[in-house]
């Protein structure tokens, strides 16, 4: 499967659609992989400019744009749940092993949700989209994400490469679809507390969430990407596509140490189109970007993506 323009991508990166973490000293890193531009401009007023043109936006969004909202990221120091790291548990043997941990795993994280709310760089992502829907300009969000919050901010255009928490597929007859169910089955109820101490609850199966549809019975996870799972196809095509198309990129919050995502930025760049980083640090990929700026995506992005003067508002 061809993740984006071959005629961009080296032939070794078209199975790059399995998800898969990269090493931080890993020799492939994104930026390896095409020419290196010169070191990213900070300069706001170029970026703005750029902006007021573009016709087809396309917002790169990462675990940093929830965690300005306080969803757990499970990623960098501290980051784990019990003695986890998310890429422990969120694997398919993993579930093979354990189902009942990796579904209190991810019923804490479907919880935890219901507390979180979208924050001003969801917000003010949606709110372009909608300012400049009449004005025939596209914002369309790819998001490595899982919570929801893009659509809860009112984003319409969004796509999930990783899925969503609040979906569920069968093991058996594969069926799809949501679920926010609180809690998800009655055995989870009051389960899944992070604290290091906490004792697995070693939910039979049987007792875990199970398929409803045609009395099928089957056990059913979380309809979302693991590590060393591929993508889904048909949301590959529609970012490719989109990325194909776009005269402006951002990137939002994202470490860019995950495959395929963290090579979208840079194919797009190496074309001659706008990228803009928004990151509260430099990533392996910032060098290889037209612009950089440093900080919360909630300070930046109301600004960024706020009116320009040229629009017809």
Request: charged share 25%; glycine share 6%; proline share 7%.
């Amino acid at each position: 499967m061809t993740l984006l323009s071959t005629n961009n991508f080296p032939k070794v990166l078209n199975i790059a659609c399995r998800r898969t973490r990269l090493h931080p000293f890993s020799c492939k890193s994104p930026q390896s992989l095409f020419c290196s531009q010169t070191m990213a401009s900070s300069d706001f007023s170029a970026f703005r400019e750029k902006f007021g043109k573009a016709k087809n936006i396309v917002v790169l969004t990462g675990a940093g744009v929830s965690a300005e909202s306080g969803v757990p990221t499970f990623r960098g120091a501290g980051g784990l749940w019990r003695k986890f790291a998310a890429q422990d548990l969120a694997t398919p043997e993993a579930f093979a092993r354990n189902p009942s941990l990796v579904w209190e795993f991810y019923h804490y994280r479907r919880e935890v949700m219901a507390s979180k709310h979208p924050n001003p760089a969801h917000i003010a992502i949606a709110e372009c989209e909608k300012r400049l829907k009449p004005q025939n300009r596209d914002v369309t969000v790819i998001t490595q994400n899982i919570d929801e919050l893009h659509y809860r901010a009112g984003s319409k255009n969004v796509l999930e490469l990783h899925g969503s928490l609040f979906k569920t597929r069968c093991v058996r007859c594969h069926d799809v679809r949501v679920n926010r169910d609180s809690p998800i089955c009655d055995a989870l109820a009051g389960k899944g507390a992070p604290d290091p101490s906490a004792e697995d609850a070693r939910i039979p199966e049987e007792n875990l969430p199970r398929c409803t549809k045609d009395n099928c019975g089957g056990l059913l996870r979380p309809h979302v990407v693991w590590f060393g799972e591929n993508l889904d196809r048909s949301v590959l095509n529609a970012a490719q596509r989109k990325l194909d198309a776009c005269d402006l990129c951002l990137v939002v919050g994202t470490s860019s140490v995950v495959y395929p995502a963290c090579l979208f930025a840079p194919e797009v760049a190496s074309r001659g189109v706008p990228v803009a980083e928004f990151n509260v640090e430099p990533t392996d990929v910032t060098d290889s970007l037209g612009f950089h700026f440093r900080g919360p995506a909630g300070e930046w992005l109301p600004k960024a993506l706020g009116p320009h003067p040229d629009e017809n508002i």
